[in-house]
Nanobody, 124 residues
Framework: QVQLVESGGGLVQAGGSLRLSCAAS????????MAWFRQAPGKEREFVAR???????TTYADSVKGRFTISGVNAKSTFLQMNSLKPEDTAVYYC??????????????????WGQGTQVTVSS
């Protein structure tokens, strides 16, 4: 099992920045990738960014490309640097981990472990 704990959310004005952190514990060596998803009220959970551990390859949703940066350290932690925040970025942000390389990594169903989420609110 892998346990994930997010931190770093909060309230920020449009144009500002936040850095989210996700600390992993347990069998972190069994994970293939970690990702961030977000869910706004009344909306489905959506993919934000992903990092693959063996190659360091990163993937971003078009809506955050150029503004957000995902990074990580040895499958034990991942970070999401969020710059130029917009009100539409307001959501609960979740960290998750994937044990395998197969599947559609844009779908939340592809991930095996989830954190409890951290609220990000961007005011206009």
């Amino acid at each position: 099992q892998v346990q994930l704990v997010e931190s770093g959310g909060g309230l920020v004005q449009a144009g500002g920045s936040l850095r989210l952190s996700c600390a992993a514990s347990g069998r972190t060596g069994s994970t293939y990738a970690m990702a961030w998803f977000r869910q706004a009220p009344g909306k489905e959970r959506e993919f934000v960014a992903r990092i693959r551990w063996n190659t360091g390859t990163t993937t971003y949703a078009d809506s955050v490309k150029g503004r957000f940066t995902i990074s990580g350290v040895n499958a034990k932690s991942t970070f999401l640097q969020m710059n130029s925040l917009k009100p539409e970025d307001t959501a609960v942000y979740y960290c998750c981990a994937d044990r395998t390389a197969s599947g559609n990594f844009y779908s939340p169903r592809d991930y095996d472990y989830w954190g409890q989420g951290t609220q990000v609110t961007v005011s206009s």
